[in-house]
């Protein structure tokens, strides 16, 4: 496992943005699939998002639409950026390396009035 170095998370309104970053000092992430999970107090965590080394994204069916996952494998940095964000968005947000599979340390995203 490889360290992972999240940022981005915070507070924001119900239709606001917020953007993750993801970096994997020091390692070459171009031949990994990377992603982004997220797990809401209470519940189990779940995929949002994934990019594949040839940069196709999937997404779960709630975020269509609202997130977009990238990745920059020159500054080994997978993104999410997350628009109108809604009550249900709040969760700790994880992002994943395929290879070798690698958790970062969560970062919490918070979306209240």
């Known amino acids: 496992q490889v360290r992972l170095v999240e940022a981005g998370g915070g507070l924001v309104q119900p239709g606001g943005y917020l953007r993750l970053s993801c970096t994997a000092p020091?390692?070459?992430?171009?031949?990994?699939?990377l992603g982004w999970f997220r797990q809401a107090p209470g519940k189990e965590r779940e995929l949002v998002a994934t990019?594949?080394?040839?940069?196709?994204?999937t997404y779960a069916d709630s975020v269509k639409g609202r997130f977009t996952i990238s990745r920059d494998d020159s500054k080994q940095t997978v993104y999410l950026q997350m628009n109108s964000l809604k009550l249900e968005d709040t969760a700790v947000y994880y992002c994943y390396l395929g290879h070798p599979t690698s958790w970062g340390q969560g970062t919490q995203v918070t979306v209240s009035s």
């Open positions: 020091g390692l070459s992430i171009r031949d990994s699939t």
């Open positions: 990019i594949s080394p040839a940069a196709t994204p």
